[in-house]
């Protein structure tokens, strides 16, 4: 992460990723994920999905924090995200 | 990548019915968004979802009922109210959640609502504005801003849109929030508040209507997101006579009213049904 200043506490700091996960056949294509993601993780993928929109894609899989916001804007409960560490274990 | 698969279920998968998924809302229709908010605050809240109803009326956001995996009801054109109405006074018990949209309680079921608030029925209302009839087509209706391009305004709205907000105070809600899709958070937040708040709540939410309303106004769904991003200003506690919708001057959202006042049960409990009265009855048995 890239910081103007350092936070004295950085190190200490744990930041949580999180993993995306879309299920692109329910996707309609609005766009809301990709424009309001605060990481700018998701872009439109080249492929269709069966109903011939397309679908989010993951651009940048390390820079997501599980904040959610992606999951409770999707107006057609097409993507969620996990925390990265819970998955693991 | 099989296990991975295997995981691909939405966390609110056990409120819906999936068999029912994906919905007939529009691409960018932010009725979506108000029903997810709505689920995870029902979740969060608490509340007993066995003894959860959900009710809505015709139009978009009435096809919310159809949705939702608990108790739900489709009501007639406008009567979502009084059916939640009855409903409660029948079990009291239950928790009634109507969830409609602007020309299902206000337009031809606005004296139903205006009532029911006068009650203080304890119902949580959520209101889904997306300033126009959007299923049959676009036609202007009681919430579309001023001068606001539709199928049957084609140069432009000459009226003023309701003020919901004052209209549900001036009635006697006893909580009154607005909210926008995007401020998705907040939304959840004030619904579960409404939920627990005892008395008529009453929360608007303003969701794009890419199809209906932005096509012919010139906006798509991001285009709407981003007014309601640039010209919204949260004040909790505003006046509710300052809360009109004018995007040129800016849009008031928040939280506005959270009173207290006996509802509807208790004043039919005392004034119908006195403790001496009944007392009285069971020894006449």
């Given at each position: ?20 996960y879309?299920i692109?056949d329910r996707c309609k ?42 999951e409770i804007?999707c107006p057609e409960f097409a993507i969620y ?9 | ?7 691909v279920r939405h966390p609110l998968d056990d409120l819906l019915r999936i068999d029912r998924i994906p919905h007939i809302w529009?691409?960018?229709c932010?009725i979506g968004t108000a029903f997810s908010s709505c689920l995870i605050a029902m979740r969060e809240?608490?509340?007993?979802l066995?003894?959860t109803v959900m009710?809505s009326?015709?139009?978009?956001s009435g096809r919310g009922a159809g949705y939702v995996n608990l108790d739900s009801?489709h ?22 959640v109507?969830f ?26 959520v ?61 959840t ?97």
């Amino acid at each position: 992460m890239v910081f103007w200043r350092v936070p004295f506490d950085s190190e200490e700091i744990q930041i949580t990723t999180g993993i995306v996960y879309i299920i692109e056949d329910r996707c309609k294509g609005c766009g809301y994920c990709i424009e309001y993601c605060p990481r700018d993780v998701l872009e439109f993928s080249s492929k269709f999905n069966t109903k011939g929109y397309h679908p989010p894609a993951v651009k940048k899989p390390d820079d997501c924090v599980n904040c959610h916001y992606c999951e409770i804007l999707c107006p057609e409960f097409a993507i969620y995200s996990v925390e990265a560490s819970t998955e693991q274990g | 990548m099989k296990q991975i698969k295997k995981q691909v279920r939405h966390p609110l998968d056990d409120l819906l019915r999936i068999d029912r998924i994906p919905h007939i809302w529009c691409p960018g229709c932010g009725i979506g968004t108000a029903f997810s908010s709505c689920l995870i605050a029902m979740r969060e809240s608490g509340i007993d979802l066995e003894k959860t109803v959900m009710v809505s009326g015709i139009g978009c956001s009435g096809r919310g009922a159809g949705y939702v995996n608990l108790d739900s009801y489709h009501t007639t054109h406008g009567r979502a109210i009084p059916f939640a109405t009855g409903m409660k006074l029948a079990n009291p018990e239950l928790n009634v959640v109507v969830f409609s949209g602007d020309g299902d309680l206000f337009a031809i079921g606005g004296n139903h609502f205006i009532h029911a608030a006068r009650r203080n029925v304890d119902l949580t209302v959520v209101c889904v504005n997306n300033f126009t009839y959007g299923m049959t087509g676009g036609q202007v209706a009681a919430t579309t801003p001023l001068k606001a391009k539709t199928t049957t305004t084609p140069v432009g709205n000459p009226d003023t849109p309701f003020n919901l907000p004052l209209l549900a105070y001036a009635s006697g809600a006893t909580y009154v929030a607005r909210w926008t899709i995007l401020h998705t958070r907040d939304l959840t937040e004030s619904i579960e508040e409404a939920l627990l708040n005892r008395g008529f709540s009453f929360i608007e939410v303003l969701s794009p209507c890419p199809v209906n309303y932005g096509r012919r106004n010139k906006e798509n769904g991001i285009d709407s997101l981003k007014i309601y991003q640039e010209r919204t200003i949260i004040r909790n506690d505003a006046q509710p006579w300052e809360l009109d919708i004018d995007f040129d001057r800016g849009i008031v959202l928040g939280k506005f009213i959270q009173t207290e006042r006996p509802t509807c049960t208790d004043r039919y409990d005392n004034t119908c049904r006195p403790k001496e009265l009944i007392e009285g009855e069971k020894g006449l048995e």
